[in-house]
């Protein structure tokens, strides 16, 4: 996959391109990344890239004739999807981070100030993407958000292929909990079944877990989803226990 971000700070970019199982998969070519400075299309000595907003109004915009003149920078290196980091956007999930992690390429444009030129978003934007209902001072962070989950995705950058599919959402449920060493912390033992050796009371441990927190924590995805008559059962089991807790 290639990946660029058109922005005005791509030195933010390193924490993802240096380090982590981002910058190994990097660095073993499993993807690429390039950052595209609209400054460099500016059309004054100073490189300024913003301007005052019509009809008054705190705050500056980001022009739209720099920023497309970065996109066609990009564009011209690659056919990738352009999409715009903004609180206005559809929802990152798990299911739209799967859905780009399966296309060639991405072009991150990453928003300044009081925003981009709306007339940019009609004709060079494909999509914007949201990573939550709050505002940041700019779009690398939500930028490199997108690109670790979407990263994360593609074959060979986790060392455990398994590990992708066993997070959060990646079934539609929350993750289980989990316990390393040692067996005993300030007074909280490691649950006896996860050390049993039985392999399948550890599989139904581990479901019954990830439906009981996510029917705590988010019941919102469990009414979204087509259950297995095992998690029907295991439902059950965790509403009548809920019930049956004293007030």
């Known amino acids: ?103 060639d390429g991405l072009i991150l444009v990453c928003g300044r100030y009081e925003g981009i030129d709306e007339r940019l978003l009609t004709s060079s934007i494909d999509e914007e993407i949201s990573i939550g209902d709050f505002v940041v001072s700019g779009g690398e962070l939500p930028a490199m958000m997108l690109m670790d989950a979407v990263l994360r995705l593609i074959p060979g950058v986790l060392g455990d292929a398994d590990s992708a599919g066993q997070d959060s959402f990646a079934n539609g449920l929350l993750d289980c909990p989990h316990y390393t060493r040692p067996i005993e912390f300030q007074g909280m033992a490691v649950p006896a079944v996860l050390r049993s050796g039985n392999h399948a009371l550890i599989a139904e441990w ?20 087509e259950l297995t008559p095992e998690e029907s059962r295991l439902l059950r089991k965790i509403r009548q226990e809920e019930r049956d807790i004293p007030s």
Do not use: C
């Open 1 to 103: 996959m290639y990946i660029q971000a058109v922005t005005l700070f791509g030195e933010m970019f390193r924490s993802i391109t240096e380090h982590g199982v981002t910058g190994r998969a990097l660095q073993r070519g499993l993807w690429q990344f390039d950052a595209v400075n609209p400054r460099q299309f500016a059309d004054n000595k100073l490189g300024y890239i913003d301007d005052r907003p019509f009809g008054g109004g705190p705050g500056m915009i980001m022009m739209a004739e720099p920023l497309q003149a970065a996109i066609h920078a990009a564009k011209s290196q690659q056919n990738g999807r352009v999409i715009y980091l903004s609180p206005q956007g559809a929802p990152l999930t798990h299911r739209k981070a799967a859905e780009l992690a399966k296309l």
């Open 206 to 225: 581990r479901l019954e877990q990830a439906l009981r927190r996510t029917l705590l924590r988010r019941p919102d995805l469990l009414a979204e989803r």
